[in-house]
């Protein structure tokens, strides 16, 4: 039986030390031992961008970049869109397992009772100007919310975390919705209980003058199913950020804040405004041979391709990409979708694509249905935001349970001078 274990000779001194293989990887501690010399704080491990690093051991998500799978606590995402809803998924993530009837009535109940946000939320949120990117105004509402939760720093309190994770999921849509609304300058629409989770957030941002909103079934339901397709990732940008800030044993809300500024970004959950942004520049299919040579010459990203993990097809594309029809049956079809059938067309031809694995992500074709919504380009990463919520929280009960993690503090390879002394600015040159 060939043994668990790596040999290493450290040719510098010619000293050799066997290091233990679990789970397919080495511990990053067990490098500290191999030194140069007596004064050599040991060897550590340089992986900018941590593209060959685990941080953790987890049991939430599983992906086969290679195959394209993305499965939940073992459940492939293929199933759970088209089988589940996002509170169900939401509490699978969380709890590691599919509720059942009671528990699941129990859970949906909960969240629905804590949809409302305190009164003075709207004070701040008019403190921002009218035309504050909503995901600005998501993150500093949901940091906010700690300070009138201040029950939730009491982190080791198993009763606590489970509120405050179902005060989380309850109250991203309402905060997501009361920004969107103050962006457009319309009062805000309280939560419907008697609306499911995606109809009642349907209702806050759609809402007018009538005296009960009736949300399309079709688009609550393609957002719920969008919802899960976006509620976790395994270790991506914002999830370690979550993990990250969780580890300074901070409140859950500050955490979230933080996972959704990560998300904010262009290469990450950003990417789903940039893609539109992209295809109104790109404006027309005969203008996608001239973007496409300046992608290739590296002015610019095709924005909604590529990925750290997937070199095969984002099996949410997919999803997402199927779905898209069903959509514009109701809402009429995105124009934009020809620009972007065309990118994909000929990028997936093209071997500067194929060569580098790039093919669509989750955010090549989940603007266009949002365009179609009637969400403006703005709120894309917020649709996101949402559902990751679940995702986030789910990683950072992990985290906390993990007795092997600490606070996160990587370390460092200091290339920087050398110690020198302080010269007055007189006799600088
Ligand atoms: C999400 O991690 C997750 O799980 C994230 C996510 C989740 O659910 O949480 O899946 C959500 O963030 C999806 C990704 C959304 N981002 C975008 O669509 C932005 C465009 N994509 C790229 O910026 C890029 O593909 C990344 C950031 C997603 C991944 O980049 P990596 O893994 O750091 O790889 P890289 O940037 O080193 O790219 C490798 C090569 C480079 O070319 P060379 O230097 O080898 O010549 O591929 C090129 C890159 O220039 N490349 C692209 C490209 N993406 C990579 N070239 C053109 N267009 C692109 N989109």
New binding site residues.
């Given amino acids: 039986m060939p043994k668990e274990s790596l040999t290493i000779t450290d040719n510098r001194t010619g000293k050799q030390y066997e290091l233990p293989v679990s789970n397919g990887a080495i511990r990053a501690m067990d490098l500290r031992q191999i030194k140069s010399g007596p004064d050599d704080f040991g060897l550590l491990a340089y992986d900018p ?1 941590f ?1 060959n690093t685990a941080a953790c051991n987890s049991k939430i998500t599983y ?1 086969d970049g290679d195959k394209g799978i993305l499965e939940y606590r073992g459940y492939p995402i293929e199933q759970l869109a088209e089988r589940s809803t996002f509170l169900e998924v939401a509490w699978l993530l969380i709890n590691g397992e599919l509720p059942n009837k009671k528990q699941l009535d129990a859970w949906v109940t909960d969240v629905t009772m804590h949809t409302m946000v305190h009164e003075n939320i709207k004070k701040f949120l008019e403190g921002f100007r009218y035309d504050a990117h909503p995901m600005g105004i998501l993150a500093g509402t949901v940091s906010a919310l700690s300070t009138f939760y201040p029950d939730a720093a009491d982190i080791f309190n198993s009763r606590s975390r489970e509120i405050q994770i179902c005060r989380l999921i309850a109250k991203m849509p309402t905060l997501s919705a009361m920004s969107y609304r103050h962006s457009v300058g319309m009062p805000y629409a309280l939560p419907d209980n008697q609306l499911s989770y995606t109809e009642n957030f349907l209702n806050m941002l759609w809402k007018v003058t009538e005296v009960t909103y009736k949300p399309n079934p079709i688009l609550a339901k393609a957002l719920d199913m969008l919802f899960i397709l ?1 509620a ?8 370690t950020a979550m993990r990250c800030v969780g580890s300074s044993q901070v409140d859950p809300f500050s955490a979230v804040a933080a996972a959704a500024v990560a ?1 904010h970004g ?7 405004e ?2 539109l942004k992209m295809l109104a520049q790109i404006g027309s299919k005969e203008n996608v041979p001239a973007f496409i040579k300046e ?2 010459s ?1 002015k ?11 070199k095969n097809y ?1 099996p ?1 594309a997919t999803i997402i990409k199927r779905m898209a029809e069903q959509v514009f049956d109701v809402t009429g079809r995105n124009p934009l979708l020809d620009i972007a059938l065309e990118l994909e067309r000929i990028a997936l031809q093209d071997d ?2 194929v060569s ?3 093919y669509p ?4 074709y989940s603007g266009l249905i949002y365009q179609a919504m009637g969400f403006p380009p703005s709120m894309f990463t917020v649709l ?1 935001a949402i559902p ?1 919520t679940a ?1 986030w929280v789910a990683q950072w009960l992990e985290l906390l349970e993990d007795k092997e993690q600490k606070i996160a503090r990587p370390r460092q390879i200091y290339l920087g001078p050398k110690r020198r002394d302080y010269v007055p600015a007189e006799r600088r040159a």
């Fill in positions: 961008g593209f992906i976006h976790d990732h395994e270790q991506n940008c914002s999830t998300l262009p290469l990450h959950g950003g990417a789903n940039a893609v992608v290739k590296g610019d990203l095709l924005m909604g391709f590529g990925h750290r993990v997937y984002d949410r500067y694509f580098r694995k790039l992500n989750v955010d090549f996101f990751r995702g």
